[in-house]
């Protein structure tokens, strides 16, 4: 059988559907999972593993037979920690069919095939009774559950469900209850991932000013979760409001409710200042008496001993719809509210009670400025980023003259609106979706720019001269930016793009950027690491099974990919200098043949070889570049600081070299890397 997957074709920026072997969407599943990440997280593991003994002692000193019910078991990794402490019987339920085989594996392997059932199914398809899936209702309910959120993998409405059909009344449950916490900031940078701010251009009249439309400034943007590894936010980056407070808890062990709510705290500002960001995180109480607690809590609310790295569970980053000046010691209402899935936050001032009642709607939020839709938080911080815009500015103004026709090939770029103020005679550019044409409708109206910058509806490939008013391009711009680029080099779209409309281009014709550079390093990280590592045992479990699945799935594509991520939240250091690899000549066409390089790079520093980084630098104009990846190399250790708008290529080494002392450094790693300009994908092969 085959299925089909979704994926963007960086040769020409469309979506197509790939034909993929079935078990394609699986060992995606498996190999990108957190499950390795969860079998690492010692806190977690410890504490679950302590309320459960604590929960199952409780039920036998009752008297009872203690018969548990562990929803979700992955691995099967709560249940035998359950059958170890002297459960009777457990019953295991994964709806996810790969993970519920391997948990027979595991549960085989450890010996506790007696004690614990594993059921394929979703919970809400369990069936009690002497023909059902279950014997008997349990009367202890053990789950892991929850996202960086809390809630938004469907912990709620599973719970509500479970008390329902599948526990006993007044049953145990681990974790017993989970309390959410919030602290009011004000932070420009976290802010700049929300709203774009007024762009300041300098021009040979004065300075221009481009503003966003006025619908932005209530939007409360879209509901999809902002999480983030809190800890690697530098205090210096947000000012704290407020104190921490309680928001809301849920007691595991009662009947839950999932449907739509809110609830209020009251807060006294400790410090006057602009609200803007809700930071949330949450705790699990692994037992009744509260002794037992697993906290996300970051770095300046727990002391660093409590410190466990972890990327399965985060922080949030709530942004209110608009930013609200509060005074110290003024009161102010913070609501959360929440639907089965997910939570968003608003802020009053103190009126009168009913008169704030009388407010709360609990719909979820709806973005009403399109930008929300238009751009994801990252990428409204690059847009509010004010040194690279100076980048581009201080490159158009190079390149542009009085008589330029410019079309720009990005998306949701503001190049464009540049190009203007700047002087481009004509200005147009390429939009492939209805939510850029939107927006830009309202953004050019707040700018006044309706008839002065055209949108070109339709694709590269299919641009005539009627389009450009029988004019041909005497600059092509481009960020490159695209939004269905997953991967540094898929923003090489650009450079297909550039391509297909090369006979629309002046002989001389300006492209910017001119080229484009791969960049590798070598790095040891201080974390990440882990995703990829393999477990052996976990609390005393052999889980090896898990392991050999995650390497297998890892193995599924002939060669081994390298994946996104955004280093500027997964410290590393740097073990080699910066390598440039290839480079892009955006001012030539695409050529027929594949670009590759083959070469060295020196070791520099002792410490374990993890992978390779990867990023792209442009070339905007001579010496005018900006990079995706890193921006520099902090001290002599090597630390590194990443650009912190985009996401960065690692590829993972599939073993490990450690070297203690710079003496046993092998003093090189090769690599092989391949452009293929058919497919626009890059295959790597690295020796250490
Ligand atoms: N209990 C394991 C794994 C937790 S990950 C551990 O603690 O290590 C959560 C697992 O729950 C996933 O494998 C997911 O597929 C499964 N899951 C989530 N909701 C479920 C539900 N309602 N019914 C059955 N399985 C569920």
């Not at 290529?649 to 058919?678: C, G, H, M, Q, R």
């Amino acid at each position: 059988m085959k299925t089909f997957c979704g994926r963007a074709n960086p040769t020409t920026g469309a979506m197509e559907w790939l034909e993929e072997d079935e078990n394609y969407d699986y060992h995606q599943e498996i190999a990108r999972s957190r499950y390795a990440d969860m079998l690492h997280d010692k806190d977690r593991n410890v504490k679950y593993y302590q309320g459960i003994r604590a929960a199952v002692s409780r039920v036998k000193e009752r008297g009872e037979k203690a018969i548990v019910l562990d929803i979700g078991t992955g691995t099967g990794l709560l249940s035998m920690m359950a059958a170890s402490a002297g459960a009777d019987f457990c019953y295991a339920v994964e709806v996810f069919k790969p993970m519920a085989n391997a948990a027979v594996k595991i549960v085989e392997k450890n010996g506790f095939r007696d004690k614990i059932k594993v059921i394929n199914k979703h919970s809400t398809e369990v069936t009690v009774g002497p023909d059902g899936d279950m014997q008997c209702r349990a009367n202890i309910l053990v789950t892991e559950l929850f996202d960086t959120e809390l809630i938004g993998e469907g912990a709620l409405p599973t719970y509500e469900h479970a008390h329902k059909y599948l526990v006993q009344e007044g049953c145990e449950a681990v974790p017993h209850r989970a309390t959410v916490y919030v602290q009011l900031v004000e932070s420009k940078r976290m802010w700049s991932w929300n709203k774009l701010f007024p762009v300041h251009v300098e021009v040979e009249d004065g300075e221009k000013i481009i503003v966003s439309p006025s619908e932005m400034e209530n939007c409360p943007g879209v509901p999809s979760v902002c999480d983030i590894q809190l800890n690697q936010m530098p205090s210096s980056d947000f000012t704290i409001l407020s104190d921490v407070v309680m928001m809301f808890s849920v007691d595991f062990s009662k009947p839950v409710r999932s449907a739509s709510t809110y609830y209020r705290v009251q807060l006294e500002p400790i410090k006057s200042g602009k609200a803007q960001i809700v930071l949330s995180w949450w705790d699990i109480d692994m037992d009744p008496s509260g002794m037992i607690n697993c906290t996300m809590a970051p770095y300046w609310v727990k002391s660093t001993s409590a410190f466990q790295w972890r990327d399965h569970w985060m922080q949030c980053v709530y942004f209110l719809p608009n930013e609200e000046p509060v005074l110290q010691g003024e009161k102010v209402y913070l609501t959360a509210c929440r639907d089965e899935y997910s939570v968003w936050y608003k802020l009053q001032k103190a009126r009168g009670e009913e008169e704030n009642k009388a407010d709360v709607r609990v719909e979820s939020p709806v973005c009403r400025c399109q930008a929300h839709l238009l751009w994801n938080r990252p990428r409204f911080g690059e847009l509010n980023d004010r040194n690279r815009t100076r980048q581009y500015v201080k490159s158009l103004m190079k390149v542009l003259k009085t008589d330029s026709v410019c079309l720009c090939i990005s998306d949701g770029s503001l190049l464009p609106v540049l190009a203007h103020y700047l002087g481009a005679k004509q200005v147009q550019s390429f939009d492939k979706n209805c939510a850029t044409f939107l927006f830009f409708f309202k953004f050019f109206k707040a700018n006044h720019l309706e008839d002065k910058i055209k949108i070109i509806e339709t694709r590269p490939e299919l641009l005539t001269s009627s389009h450009l008013e029988d004019k041909k391009i005497s600059v092509l711009v481009g960020e490159p930016f695209f939004t269905t680029s997953l991967l540094p080099w898929h923003n090489l779209y650009f450079w297909y793009a550039r391509t297909a409309v090369t006979s629309h281009l002046t002989s001389n014709v300006t492209v910017l950027p001119q080229s484009a550079s791969l960049h590798m390093m070598i790095v040891e990280f201080q974390d990440l690491w882990r995703i990829r590592s393999p477990c052996g045992t976990c609390e005393g479990f052999d889980v090896q099974t898990m392991d050999d699945m995650i390497k297998n799935s890892l193995n599924f594509r002939e060669s081994k990919e390298a994946e996104p991520h955004p280093l500027w939240e997964y410290p590393c250091k740097s073990l080699s200098d910066p390598q440039e690899v290839l480079t892009f000549d955006f001012r030539k066409t695409v050529p027929q043949h594949s670009l590759s390089a083959v070469g060295s790079v020196n070791l520099l520093r002792k410490g374990k070889s993890h992978g390779a980084v990867l990023w792209m630098e442009y070339h905007l104009a001579a010496d005018i570049s900006v990079s995706t990846g890193l921006m520099q190399i902090s001290n002599e250790k090597g630390n590194c600081e990443w650009n912190p708008h985009c996401k960065q290529a690692v590829y993972f080494f599939s073993s490990v070299i450690e070297s203690e002392t710079l003496s046993d450094l092998p003093s090189a790693v090769t690599y092989a890397i391949n452009f293929n300009t058919k497919t626009g994908e890059i295959a790597m092969d690295f020796k250490l």
